[in-house]
């Protein structure tokens, strides 16, 4: 006769015997070495996901940036009056800014291209000028030698192997069209999203289980929350700083000032990581002007960051996603490495939603621990709501 506490675990895993759980083990081994050998019949599937994948992200970013915008248009005109507006409004800044912006990015980017060289040996020269006579003179110039002498390799393996770049032609003409068609189908779909938000949820819910609808209720206001409040936080945050570093680095006289500007408000998408490394090529560029443009240029960056993360961000993005900036940069670094520069980008609001996943399962074990095992002890917070979550 099995012992109350086994019986009770075997009940607790949805069985009558301890022959339900080696079952269980068996038929967990045998589904996956059965997955391993026919694999190929999922390749038409992720064919079809990532072909389809990049719109809908680039219409879920639409859709969680102009919402708010519509949502408050719509008070006072029709909903898809408002949304037309909004997408006349769009085209025509586009259009401007283009006609505006790009002559001068493309100006300034063929003269950073061609100043590049001079620029490079001139921040040589100087820094070794300036630390001419320290202790740290010695180690400062081998390290400027190696990086010559990387610099020397990598330009004679390009010259070397440039015909094997025709090669990737095929990869590179797919990656085009992928992204045209991207630019293309993202907002329509997200019209269509805008358009009626709820149509699309409806659609989906009325094929949940009655029995799980309130569970699916809120995973899916959870998720809308922390997915929308990352995207659209973060960039209107990062266009908001784009437009600051840009005035700021014309008014104090620094070169290269729109593509640097253009440069550090992509960058700024990614947390914590981005502006560290958009401050390097400003440094650099502003270095081969005046140690008086260094000052400048470094007294500008961290007075904008500073005023970006007290004043633009609580206010664009609030604190809802109630994650640790030491989890931020771990996440960062995982998802870079195992997605790219997706992970880099959408790296954090994957993680919102598999750390809402985790905790949703967690607590609807702990009530079922509750209901088996309360005699030792009974779990808390066990319910799953956006208050409770939150």
């Known amino acids: 006769m099995q012992p109350e506490e086994d019986s009770r675990l075997i009940r607790f895993l949805g069985g009558k015997t301890s022959y339900y759980v080696i079952g269980l083990v068996c038929l967990l081994?045998?589904?996956?070495?059965?997955?391993?050998?026919?694999?190929?019949?999922?390749?038409?599937?992720?064919?079809?996901?990532?072909?389809?994948?990049?719109?809908?992200?680039?219409?879920?970013?639409?859709?969680?940036?102009?919402?708010?915008?519509?949502?408050?248009?719509?008070?006072?005109?029709?909903?898809?009056?408002?949304?037309?507006?909004?997408y006349v409004l769009i085209i025509g800044l586009l259009v401007l800014g283009g006609f505006l912006l790009v002559p001068v990015l493309k100006n300034q980017t063929e003269d950073l291209i061609k100043q590049l060289p001079g620029l490079f040996d001139g921040f040589q020269a100087t820094l070794k000028n300036f630390l001419k006579g320290t202790p740290f003179a010695d180690s400062i110039n081998q390290a400027l030698n190696s990086l010559d002498s990387v610099t020397d390799h990598l330009t004679k393996f390009i010259t070397d192997n440039w015909q094997d770049g025709a090669k990737g032609l095929g990869n590179l003409f797919s990656a085009v069209s992928t992204a045209a068609i991207t630019l293309f189908t993202g907002p329509l779909i997200a019209f269509f999203l805008l358009k009626d938000p709820k149509k699309f949820y409806r659609a989906l819910i009325g094929i949940v289980p009655p029995r799980f609808r309130k569970d699916f209720n809120e995973l899916v206001k959870i998720a809308d929350q922390q997915i929308g409040a990352f995207l659209k936080g973060q960039i209107v945050s990062s266009l908001i700083l784009g437009v600051m570093y840009w005035i700021v680095f014309l008014l104090i006289g620094l070169k290269f000032a729109t593509v640097l500007a253009l440069a550090a408000g992509l960058l700024c998408i990614v947390p914590y990581i981005g502006p560290f490394v958009a401050f390097f090529p400003g440094l650099f560029i502003a270095f081969q002007d005046s140690t008086f443009m260094v000052v400048k240029f470094v007294i500008a960056w961290f007075v904008i960051q500073l005023l970006h993360g007290d004043l633009v961000v609580p206010r664009v993005m609030g604190d809802r996603l109630k994650i640790h900036p030491i989890t931020i940069l771990v996440?960062?670094?995982?998802?870079?490495?195992?997605?790219?520069?997706?992970?880099?980008?959408?790296?954090?609001?994957?993680?919102?939603?598999?750390?809402?996943?985790?905790?949703?399962?967690?607590?609807?074990?702990?009530?079922?621990?509750?209901?088996?095992?309360?005699?030792?002890?009974?779990?808390?917070?066990?319910?799953?709501s956006e208050e409770d979550y939150l």
């Not at 694999?39 to 969680?64: D, E, K, N, R």
């Open 29 to 86: 081994c045998v589904m996956v070495w059965l997955l391993t050998k026919i694999s190929f019949l999922f390749q038409p599937l992720g064919v079809i996901i990532s072909t389809i994948l990049p719109p809908m992200v680039f219409a879920l970013v639409l859709y969680y940036v102009l919402n708010p915008l519509i949502d408050r248009l719509s008070q006072k005109i029709p909903r898809t009056w408002s949304l037309i507006i909004t």
């Open 331 to 384: 996440v960062l670094l995982v998802m870079g490495d195992l997605l790219g520069l997706v992970g880099v980008i959408f790296g954090i609001p994957i993680y919102a939603l598999i750390k809402m996943l985790t905790i949703f399962s967690f607590r609807k074990f702990k009530q079922r621990y509750n209901r088996y095992f309360s005699k030792d002890g009974k779990y808390r917070k066990t319910n799953f």
